[in-house]
C-alpha cells in the first residue's frame, strides 16, 4: 500500500496560480500511475489529471486542460500538479491517487491508494 501525501494547496484569488505536490511511500512509485481528483462541497468527486507510470502519458479532465499540467520526479517519488489561471470552480479539496499503470488514467476505480487532500479555495 501506498502512503500519499498532498501539499500546496491554500486560498488564492481568481487568477493566480497553485503547485500541489504528491509525496509517496510504500510502493515502487515508479510502477505506478498517479492521478489528481477532486471534490466540491455537494459533489461527487472528479477526476482531473492523470500520468503514466513513466510520465509519458497523461490525460485531463475538460475543466483541466489547457491549464493544469501534471508531472511526476521519479526519483523524488512526487506528482505534482501546476494549476495555472485558477477560477471560482476550482475550489475543492484535491486528492492524489496511485494505481496500476492500466486501463485509462481517468478511471477513478483504478486507484488504490488515496491521500488526505489538500484544500483548494479560489476566491473571485
Known amino acids: 500500500q501506498a502512503q500519499l501525501v498532498e501539499s500546496g494547496g491554500g486560498l488564492v484569488q481568481a487568477g493566480d496560480s497553485l503547485r500541489l505536490s504528491c509525496a509517496a511511500s510504500?510502493?515502487?512509485?515508479?510502477?505506478?500511475?498517479m492521478g489528481w481528483f477532486r471534490q466540491a462541497p455537494g459533489k461527487e468527486r472528479e477526476f482531473v489529471a492523470g500520468?503514466?507510470?513513466?510520465?509519458?502519458?497523461?490525460r485531463y479532465a475538460d475543466s483541466a486542460k489547457d491549464r493544469f499540467t501534471i508531472s511526476r520526479d521519479n526519483a523524488k517519488n512526487t506528482v505534482y500538479l501546476q494549476m495555472d489561471s485558477l477560477k471560482p470552480e476550482d475550489t475543492a479539496v484535491y486528492y492524489c491517487?496511485?494505481?496500476?499503470?492500466?486501463?485509462?488514467?481517468?478511471?477513478?476505480?483504478?486507484?488504490?491508494?488515496w491521500g488526505q487532500g489538500t484544500q483548494v479555495t479560489v476566491s473571485s
Open positions: 500520468i503514466s507510470w513513466g510520465g509519458g502519458s497523461t
Open positions: 510504500g510502493r515502487t512509485f515508479n510502477r505506478y500511475a
Open positions: 491517487a496511485a494505481g496500476p499503470d492500466v486501463g485509462t488514467l481517468s478511471t477513478e476505480g483504478k486507484y488504490q491508494d
